[in-house]
């Protein structure tokens, strides 16, 4: 699994982040492998909880990532999302699939 997508998810775990959160922390961070890097307190601030403790020596994002492997999970992250998918108002960071998409051409539901 590419790195972002393994600290994507690892950040995922974090009950205390949602959609909104995350997009901070990519922002600011520029990616979510380097957020994982950054200094706690920085983080934090990003996402403006001051009670968060940090997360992360419970997390073991290969670990993770080797879990959702295993069960043929994917993660796909927001700029490899299809083009209607971008043009929602609030896409999420990163949705979870099992399976394959099928062509963007054919008419289709998804569960979400």
Not at 28 to 55: M, N
């Amino acid at each position: 699994m590419e790195t972002e997508k393994i600290f994507a998810n690892a950040f995922n775990q974090a009950p205390e982040f949602g959609p909104v959160r995350l997009k901070k922390i990519r922002e600011y961070c520029g990616s979510f492998a380097t957020a994982w890097k950054t200094p706690f307190s920085e983080i934090k601030k990003v996402v403006e909880l001051k009670e968060l403790t940090d997360f992360r020596p419970k997390i073991d994002p290969e670990k993770e990532s080797a879990i959702l492997e295993k069960e043929r999970i994917k993660i796909i992250l927001k700029e490899d999302f299809s083009r209607l998918l971008q043009e929602t108002p609030f896409p999420p960071e990163l949705i979870y699939m099992k399976g394959e998409l099928p062509d963007e051409k054919l008419i289709h539901l998804a569960v979400v």
